[in-house]
């Protein structure tokens, strides 16, 4: 069917002009299309605004309704556990003729509930009050009813009240006090007898302030009501307290036939909306919102689709030929161009003439262009200066001139004391660290590389004299040219650490440094214990094992990639219990090799 469709629009508008063909398309396809639809859109768009605010409504009195029962079965559940603690039932019900039996039973009370009290937010005071005359009251815990005033009347009148209540567990307010709420739970032993009664002091803000306050940004009012319909806790404090009047409030519909429905009623003698949510306890969180918020956000709506669509068309009749005429052809260019820039040429830039906004998008995407090219250069180079100076970083951990400083105090005291073996063991540490913190330089001739190396096992055969034979095979010819400092060294020292050279019988070292074609080959071999198969394939990897310090394999495979790329290559053959041999090739440099770009 596109073909058919595609031959008769392109006879129909075959004597139009340009300009007339895109606006005859537009009408017929955009332009009347979307007034018949938007007509039943905008109607569909609003009810789903008015029905999203109202499911928006309902969700929000529902996780208030969840918060609430969560937190009054916690608060109960204290106070459930307080009451009915055998013990303390035990303890009440008991008759005391010893003070030491009064005191283990206030003992055991401050023990056991003194910590309880304040297991859960917002509690501000926690009593146990009884009536058993040989039992004192110490004012902390224990409590006898007397003449004292307590939720707004005196401790007597109000123990009675609470203890002749129909239900063991209760919550209220405290009159003349909006910011608390009372729990009492009845404490009885197993025949029924009243022994006294918990009594928890809650601050309001903490248990209810931030569930009800300001709810649906301040456009309706929550309630938390009781099984007596009492607000326990509103929007409006002065409500708190007083039982809240439903016309159309009936025992059924209050249990059963409100769960997660919304419901008209009358509340305060016009239109609202209800929402009534019950909770596991029998108490309900209602919520009143009144209707005209919803007619007002339905004309706003209404109002705002309409604006939005009638001008986007007019706007876009005004912008379309502008849109195939210039932009389109352009942005088709600027496309191109951004899929070269993403196979990373940065050089070519797009030749403009126009002096408009997407003019100065071509300019500044020709600017963009070149400072990738220019930012992927300093990344690069960054890169490697970063490799370079953890490199450096490692060996600048010691004060050189320390170092050299005490050398040469300790070489002095042994020539004064004629040590010669002293003296030579300080002249090879003298050479060692010549190199190994001379902070400046990262390419050595390999005549230097060796004596660093030389200068480390003459350390060894100091301190382990007799036990390893070190063999030198150098190619003179390669002693002029250039390497990457601190190679031979590590994998030396490898081998005394790793390679537990010294507790091998006949132990051989043999380093062989030589002159190849185009390059140079050094070797270092020991018959030591060898590497296991999986940390010798690890070091293949390029993975760290675990093995050696900050100059072991990895790190030397590192620097020589760093310096000579694929041209360098380290090898580690090895039998395990037997002997191990680590062989390095690079180019033959006769200057000092830099860091290879695009590293």
Not at 414 to 435: C, G, K, N, V
Request: hydrophobic share 40%.
């Amino acid at each position: 069917m596109r073909f058919p469709l595609s031959r008769w629009i392109i006879r129909f508008t075959r004597g139009m002009s340009l300009r007339g063909k895109i606006l005859s398309l537009y009408v017929l396809i955009l332009l009347l299309p979307t007034l018949l639809l938007g007509s039943g859109s905008v109607y569909m768009v609003a009810r789903g605004f008015h029905n999203s605010y109202l499911s928006a409504v309902d969700e929000t009195v529902l996780q208030t309704a969840q918060i609430a029962d969560f937190s009054k079965r916690n608060y109960d559940l204290l106070a459930v556990r307080t009451a009915t603690d055998g013990e303390l039932i035990s303890r009440l019900s008991r008759q005391y003729d010893d003070m030491t039996e009064v005191v283990d039973t206030v003992n055991y009370v401050d023990r056991t509930f003194l910590l309880t009290g304040k297991y859960l937010p917002g509690i501000l005071d926690f009593r146990i009050y009884h009536t058993n005359d040989t039992l004192v009251q110490d004012g902390q815990l224990l409590w006898r009813p007397e003449s004292r005033f307590i939720a707004g009347q005196k401790e007597s009148a109000w123990y009675r009240e609470n203890m002749a209540a129909s239900e063991p567990l209760e919550w209220s307010g405290v009159p003349g006090s909006p910011d608390r709420v009372v729990i009492t739970h009845k404490i009885i032993d197993r025949t029924g007898t009243p022994l006294g009664l918990v009594y928890i002091l809650l601050d309001y803000d903490s248990v209810f302030g931030e569930l009800v306050d300001r709810p649906f940004n301040d456009k309706g009012t929550l309630f938390i009501v009781d099984n007596d319909r009492s607000i326990l806790a509103s929007t409006d404090r002065e409500q708190i307290g007083k039982r809240l009047a439903l016309n159309d409030w009936q025992e059924d519909f209050a249990e059963e036939n409100i769960a997660n429905t919304a419901h008209w009623l009358d509340l305060t003698h016009s239109k609202e909306l209800l929402i009534v949510k019950p909770l596991s306890s029998g108490w309900n969180v209602v919520s009143s919102t009144a209707m005209k918020q919803f007619s007002v956000q339905d004309r706003k709506i209404l109002l705002l689709i309409v604006g939005i669509t009638v001008f986007f068309l007019l706007l876009s009749v005004s912008l379309l030929m502008t849109v195939v005429q210039n932009i389109v052809r352009r942005i088709h260019k600027l496309g191109n161009r951004m899929s070269g820039l993403s196979r990373g040429e940065f050089e070519a830039a797009i030749r403009y003439n126009e002096q408009d906004e997407l003019g100065e998008l071509e300019n500044m995407f020709n600017l963009m262009s070149a400072r990738l090219g220019k930012l992927v250069e300093d990344i690069t180079q960054a890169g490697l200066q970063e490799k370079e100076q953890a490199f450096w970083a490692l060996q600048a951990q010691i004060n050189p001139h320390f170092i050299y400083n005490s050398l040469g105090l300790l070489r002095w005291r042994a020539m004064h004391a004629r040590d010669q073996e002293q003296i030579q063991i300080i002249d090879s540490l003298t050479t060692f660290y010549r190199l190994t913190l001379n902070n400046q330089i990262s390419v050595i001739r390999i005549r230097e590389e060796i004596q660093h190396a030389k200068a480390y096992l003459d350390i060894c055969q100091f301190r382990y004299p007799g036990k390893v034979r070190i063999e030198w095979d150098i190619d003179e010819s390669a002693l002029d040219l250039y390497t990457i400092k601190t190679v031979l060294q590590p994998i030396v020292e490898n081998c005394y650490q790793h390679g537990a050279i010294v507790r091998k019988r006949n132990a051989l070292i043999r380093i062989v440094i030589a002159r190849l074609e185009d390059g140079v080959m050094m070797s270092v071999y020991d018959n030591g214990n060898g590497i296991p198969e999986k940390i010798s394939r690890q070091l293949a990897e390029g993975v760290h094992a675990g093995k050696g310090n900050g100059f072991g394999s990895t790190n030397i495979k590192e620097r020589l990639a760093l310096y000579f790329g694929a041209d360098a290559g380290y090898n580690i053959e090895s039998q395990l219990g037997a002997w191990t041999q680590v062989t390095i090739h690079f180019p033959a440099c006769q200057a000092p090799p830099s860091i290879r770009k695009g590293r």
